[in-house]
């Protein structure tokens, strides 16, 4: 079984600038996350999403941060203008419906803004 | 709200001492605990959970833990450390129901060093 995928896997950018990441979750996983995950920082909740709609977003900094899942299965995560202290870790994570609490993480994209 | 707290931010052992994690909680409901390690630039992988049922848990590569709900601890123990054992382990939970159902709290990790 495929893990979940993410790219780029890392994107160095200036500040102000945009950027997108892409997630692909695990195949028929309902339930899709970005967390953000500062250095020396356990990860933070985003955003979640069940197939296609928001559940949680009430970390996402909607000025600067949007998500989007249109067809229930890939996801993208936008940071448009960029700021300093976007610099991190953006993992995504999927979960079955039912069942099976757990998450499973992809690789994660390292942003650098600089 | 839920809380994780890991103690201790570095943690350092010997190659085939024991290794011991902490991780307390704060939740108003019982909750469901993982033990999550991430290795440089990769991403969390799941060692263990705890749902239900038996509070001695056993994950991969010889860990496990105990859910102690009298202590609000599940600390994560393996009896003889390894040398790939050195990465980042991560303490999370959820709650079992409610709007928050599914989402993860994390603690703030600790790195585990082994030295030969």
């Known amino acids: 079984e495929a893990g979940v995928a993410q790219s780029p896997r890392y994107k160095i950018i200036e500040k102000r600038q945009s950027v997108a990441f892409w997630c692909n979750p695990i195949s028929g996983h309902a339930t899709l996350y970005w967390y953000q995950q500062i250095l020396g920082q356990g990860p933070k909740l985003l955003i979640q999403?069940?197939?296609?709609?928001?559940?949680?977003d009430s970390q996402l900094p909607k000025d600067r941060f949007s998500a989007e899942r249109l067809k229930g299965v890939d996801s993208t995560l936008k940071i448009q203008p960029a700021k300093l202290e976007d610099s991190a870790v953006y993992l995504c994570a999927s979960r079955q419906k039912t069942g099976g609490h757990e998450q499973y993480f992809g690789p994660g994209t390292r942003l650098t803004v600089t | 709200a839920q809380s994780v707290t890991q103690l201790g931010s570095h943690v350092s052992v010997s190659e085939g001492a024991l290794v011991l994690l902490r991780c307390n909680y704060s939740s108003s409901v019982p909750p469901y605990l993982f033990w999550y390690v991430q290795y440089p630039n990769q991403g969390l992988q799941l060692l263990l959970k705890y749902t239900t049922g038996a509070t001695l848990v056993k994950g991969i590569n010889g860990f496990e833990a105990e859910f102690k709900k009298s202590e609000t601890s599940f600390h994560l123990t393996k009896p003889s450390a390894h040398m790939s054992d050195a990465a980042e382990y991560f303490c999370a939970g959820n709650n079992a129901g409610g709007t928050s159902y599914g989402k993860l709290t994390f603690g703030q990790g600790t790195i585990l060093t082994v030295h030969p």
């Open positions: 999403f069940q197939n296609n709609g928001v559940v949680d």
